[in-house]
């Protein structure tokens, strides 16, 4: 076994070679290689929650997850403690254009803001730069990055100073929770009297199939059975159809299971079900990270659609989180624009994708920054009618759900 084990990292290690040489990169840290309990102290400290770049999930991922393994690090260091860390792929890797460059690893949960030190934000923001710089990129790429956080606000001080500045390359806005708030005023404000009173209606009819529950798995045990049974409902329905259930990829299974225990083991993961008697309706997993959560993914069974199940759920999420003193604050993690989240969840929470230069007046930087912007302007409107026919064709479903 340990041979095989040898053999599986020389091979992972070539095959990062190989894709840094394609960049014109060196001397990257694989992130399978640093060291656990340092980041998970930093992410403590952490001046910006993100539960997709706590150490549990990143290296679960990092291990098995479809097209998200081999990743390197961008560490920063201050008297042999970490204070910043940043996961990265090569630009060619990220988006075959051959440049110089590094891009947040997309780690599934759609946000790359990086964790910074509270303490020491600023240096650890700038020696991210250098040693991304040092590995021979001329520009870095933070690509889902909450635009207006503490830890973006450290980088454009950084850049400031040495006459740079960000380029915002995309934006928009996504649902959020303000926590703090009391729900049922909250859910009346967003829903209306009308629409909660239908929501009513359909939970009496829902409990014909037999008495309704919401289930919050915490420990260990219990979120590795709930998480079975929000497998399956992911598989059950749509997400199965476009292919992206979790279950439907040995390698992503193998991440999911080992990322949720090892976060529930630390208090940093809750998986929430609706049953309808013994039968379970929906469910969801959910990530904490200091006084934020992160709802990351939905399942429903949609033989139960007339009754809105993933709604129903949302609603409970939200009487949970509002009730727990220690949320703040939580992201959906979804897309612009949700046709499910974004009419209860009100809030809204500025994403975008930054370039970074780091060196001055380097015109390589403009290249990278057409480069990005010819892809985007090709890829966007088949994108756009790809989401229009999905759209057309699940509406139905994820309003329901």
Partial sequence: ??????????????????????????????LATVNADAWRSLAGRAV??????LPDWALALDA????????????????????????????????????????????????CTPQLDREQAESAALEIMSQARAAGAHALLLRAVALDGPAMRAFREELRRDGLSPKLLQSHLRASLDATRDAEELLQ?????????????????????????????????????????????????????????????????????????ALAAAGQCEIISLFAGETPIAAGIVLRHGERAFFFKLGVDERFAKYSPGVQLTLELTRH?????????????????HPMINPIWRGRLAIGDVLIPLRRHDPVVALIRAA???????????????????????SRQEKSA
């Fill in 48 to 53: 910006e929650p993100n539960g997709y770049y």
């Fill in 189 to 261: 404000e967003a829903l209306g009297a009308k629409k909660l009173k239908e929501l009513r209606r359909q939970r009496n009819r829902l409990a014909e199939h037999g008495a309704v529950r919401f289930d919050v798995a915490r420990t260990p045990d219990t979120v590795a059975s709930a998480l079975e049974t929000f497998l399956a409902l992911e598989a059950s329905g749509w997400k199965a159809k476009r292919g992206t259930a979790l279950a439907q990829d040995n390698g992503d299974a193998a991440f999911i299971r080992r990322a949720v225990v």
């Fill in 64 to 111: 098995s997850a479809r097209g998200r393994t081999n990743s390197s690090a961008l560490c920063a260091w201050r008297d042999a403690r970490l204070t910043g860390l940043l996961p990265v792929i090569s630009l060619w890797r990220a988006y075959k254009i051959p440049l110089p460059a590094l891009v947040a690893t997309e780690p599934y949960g759609t946000l």
């Fill in 372 to 394: 990005l912007t010819l892809r985007q302007a090709i890829r966007e409107p088949a994108r756009r009618a790809i989401r229009l026919l999905r759209q057309r064709r699940e």
């Fill in 1 to 30: 076994m340990a041979e095989i084990a040898d053999t599986v990292l020389v091979q992972r290690a070539s095959m990062r070679d190989a894709t840094a040489s394609r960049a014109g990169l060196h001397g990257l840290v694989p």
């Fill in 321 to 337: 989180l509002c009730a727990d003193p220690a949320i703040r604050f939580a992201d959906s993690t979804a897309a612009p624009d």
